[in-house]
């Protein structure tokens, strides 16, 4: 698993120290999309996993659609209430954006564990499914987030209306927790074979040792 992690830090990604109080707003036509892409995400997840417990293979077109749900949800949240890291707009799209900076990738795996995948979604996840609950309040889709990470993301849209900066450290903790979430969501939704490691890696770059 290659998560890429481009988000970059700059004052002038966030320049407005307003607008993230109608990010809400603005987000709407995404979160209706994404609610549609998610429940094809689900069902394009059991089609995956009856694949890979009779072939050992992911069939590559749902994949590719299921990294795209993740990746939109994550430029999505990195607009608004999962970061609040740019003030540039989300496009709608399932294919990396080269210009937007927000990023997110997973390699394609040739083959996968069939004994694994009947119990990794749900059994061997359960730790990390915890640490979810809190981190996203019980919700566990990237782009609807009502626990630790948008309590953050709360303080990080208050301190640029009071300061015009984004505090580089709270950027990286948010960054980092979104990460941890993203990795659980991609080995529970059966794209890896890579278990999730218990490490808070933060900052905006994937580090290399995660690879």
Known sequence: ????????????DTS?????????????????VL??????????SVVALFSILFTGRYPRPLFDFNTGVLRWSWRVAYHA?????????????????PDYPAHWDVTYPEQLSRGLVLV??????????LILAFLL????????????????????????AATGRYPRGLFDLVIGLNRWVLRVVAYAA??????????????????EAAS
């Open 1 to 12: 698993m290659t998560p890429s992690w481009k988000g970059t830090w700059s004052v002038r």
């Open 16 to 32: 407005s120290r307003w607008l993230w109080l109608v990010k809400w707003l603005l987000a709407l036509p995404h979160y209706v």
């Open 35 to 44: 609610f549609f892409l998610w429940v094809a995400f689900v069902g394009m």
């Open 81 to 97: 209430y999962g970061a609040l890291g740019t003030d540039r707009y989300a496009p709608f799209t399932l294919a990396d954006v």
């Open 120 to 129: 990794k979604w749900w059994l061997l996840a359960v730790p990390h499914h």
């Open 137 to 160: 309040g019980g919700l566990k889709v990237p782009w609807a987030s009502a626990g630790l990470i948008a309590l953050l993301a709360i303080f990080a849209g208050v301190s640029p």
């Open 190 to 207: 059966l794209l890896t074979d890579v278990y999730p490691p218990f490490r808070l890696d933060q900052g905006g770059d994937e580090p």
